[in-house]
């Protein structure tokens, strides 16, 4: 399901206004749910969930499957994106009460809505992080073709490399003892 938000006015032709700037309408599309209690949670990253919550005024990000160095990196670049934008206050960036998530406040905003502009600002950030993401997909499918359907150089037939006579580390009848103390059996 998708959600779309629209910021502005967008029933009616934009007009300027008295300065002379014409509103700002911007319309999102993204793999989201909103939960029962009102917080949106966004799943269109490939390793990480957002849920803002409008209630608290908070950002906590959790990780989809396993918590990795991956997920982490993904959760310190949202939260250093959003901090910079000026809509997660950074002092109050921190670990959740769940394992692996991360938290921040949301700042509240004195000219725009302070929720839909964290939406917008998620939206850029997921469309940044998007070719990265693919990439990685793209590659981990390209191992898998390249290990289970290898090309005519990279693999031989049954047979086709000769055996050796010894193989291995050890070699039959030499042994090793305690302290470095080798001898053979003849």
């Known amino acids: 399901m998708t959600i779309n938000v629209t910021v502005g006015e967008t029933e009616q032709q934009p007009q300027?206004?008295?300065e002379g700037d014409s509103p700002i309408v911007a319309n999102l599309k993204m793999n989201a749910r909103r939960a029962?209690?009102?917080?949106?949670?966004v799943f269109?990253?490939?390793d990480i969930d957002i849920v803002m919550s409008p209630t608290t005024s908070k950002i906590v990000v959790f990780a989809?499957?396993?918590m990795s160095d991956l997920v982490y990196g993904a959760q310190d670049r949202?939260?250093?994106f959003l901090s910079k934008k000026g809509i997660v206050d950074?002092?109050?960036v921190q670990a959740g009460n769940v394992y692996g998530s991360m938290e921040g406040s949301i700042l509240t905003g004195v000219e725009r809505d302070s929720f839909?502009?964290?939406l917008i600002n998620i939206s850029k950030w997921i469309d940044e992080e998007r070719p990265y993401f693919e990439f990685a997909e793209k590659f981990g499918d390209l191992m898998v073709d390249r290990f289970t359907d290898p090309d005519e150089e990279e693999s031989t037939e049954l047979g086709e490399v000769p055996h050796e006579g010894d193989k291995?580390?050890?070699r039959p009848g030499y042994n090793y003892g305690p302290y470095w103390q080798n001898y053979t059996y003849e």
């Open 44 to 46: 269109d990253h490939a």
């Open 64 to 66: 989809k499957e396993t």
């Open 90 to 92: 950074r002092a109050s």
């Open 16 to 18: 300027a206004d008295e």
């Open 36 to 41: 029962l209690n009102g917080d949106i949670m």
């Open 168 to 170: 291995g580390s050890l």
């Open 116 to 118: 839909r502009m964290t």
């Open 78 to 80: 949202l939260f250093s």
